[in-house]
Structure formats: structure tokens, C-alpha cells
């Protein structure tokens, strides 16, 4: 997907192996396990949001309710976040799907603030190694 125009996104993006999502439409009980997809690959992550790659197609602007497992923690990070733009690919068997993720705070609908500060010790853990060197020069300056 090359991109044509003014980036808009304030976060930087990095991959983190083997992360993947689970989520649902519908809020479910720690006690519940039924979930619209499970497992689904995470192509990239930001303090902002995640892209992945599903099977199904979750509706644009729909609110979702995420588990992201991330390789190496014991508990899931829990999210709330709504589906900004989907595409399908080449092969029109599976979805990338963009998500926003909900404002971080204490109040009801928000994301739970220490889950910044995870995403933010994953980004300086994996941004250094998907920079290229040329980003690096230019972060030097």
C-alpha cells in the first residue's frame, strides 16, 4: 500500500515478532472466551493503534475490544479501539484492518494508562532495529 499525500499519523510504527490480536464487537466478561477472531498476526503497532491481518472484515468505525499477545508477557494487554480503514489483500482472502485505539485514561471507553507505558518500553525495544540507517542519521541530528 504505498500512501499518497500528507502523513497524517504522529506515532511511529514497528513490528514486534510474533505479536498477535484477538477481538470481538461486543464487550465481553473476563470469564467469556468467544471472540470474532483470535490470533490474528500483528503487522505493526504504535502508541496509537495497530494494523493486522484477518480473515473476516470488521465494519469501518465499528468499536472493538482487543487482547494483544505479546511474545515474552504473561497477560495480554486489553484495548478498546475502532476500525479506521480495511483493505483487502492480493489474494482477497484476508483483511489488513487499521485500528485507533481509544484515548488512554481512568474514564469509562478510555484504555488503561499503564498500557502506554507498555507499548512505550516495546517501541524503544523494537524501533532501533526497523529504522533504516538513514532514519537513524536524521533522529542524530
Same mark, same amino acid.
Given at each position: ?8 499519523? $504522529? ?12 477481538? $470481538?464487537?461486543?464487550?465481553?466478561? $473476563?470469564?467469556? +472466551? ?21 480473515? +473476516? ?5 465499528? %468499536?472493538? @475490544? ?11 494487554? $486489553? ?10 489483500? %492480493?489474494?482477497?482472502? +484476508? @483483511? ?7 484515548? @488512554? ?15 512505550? #518500553?516495546? %517501541?524503544? +525495544? ?7 540507517? #538513514? ?7
Amino acid at each position: 500500500m504505498e500512501s499518497k499525500g500528507i502523513e497524517r499519523r $504522529t506515532c511511529k510504527r514497528f513490528e514486534v515478532p510474533g505479536a498477535t490480536v484477538s477481538y $470481538t464487537q461486543n464487550e465481553l466478561s $473476563t470469564s467469556e +472466551k468467544r471472540y470474532e477472531e483470535e490470533f490474528c498476526q500483528i503487522l505493526d503497532i504504535s502508541r496509537g493503534g495497530i494494523r493486522f491481518l484477518g480473515k +473476516k472484515s470488521p465494519e469501518i468505525d465499528s %468499536e472493538l @475490544y482487543m487482547k494483544i499477545f505479546i511474545p515474552g508477557e504473561q497477560l495480554p494487554l $486489553t484495548f478498546r479501539g475502532r476500525v479506521r480503514w480495511i483493505s483487502v489483500s %492480493e489474494k482477497k482472502e +484476508k @483483511y489488513f484492518v487499521g485500528i485507533q485505539f481509544n484515548p @488512554y485514561g481512568e474514564k469509562q471507553g478510555q484504555n488503561y494508562p499503564g498500557n502506554l507505558v507498555k507499548i512505550i #518500553a516495546l %517501541e524503544q +525495544k523494537y524501533l532501533a532495529h526497523d529504522e533504516s540507517p #538513514a532514519e537513524k542519521l536524521e533522529m542524530d541530528d
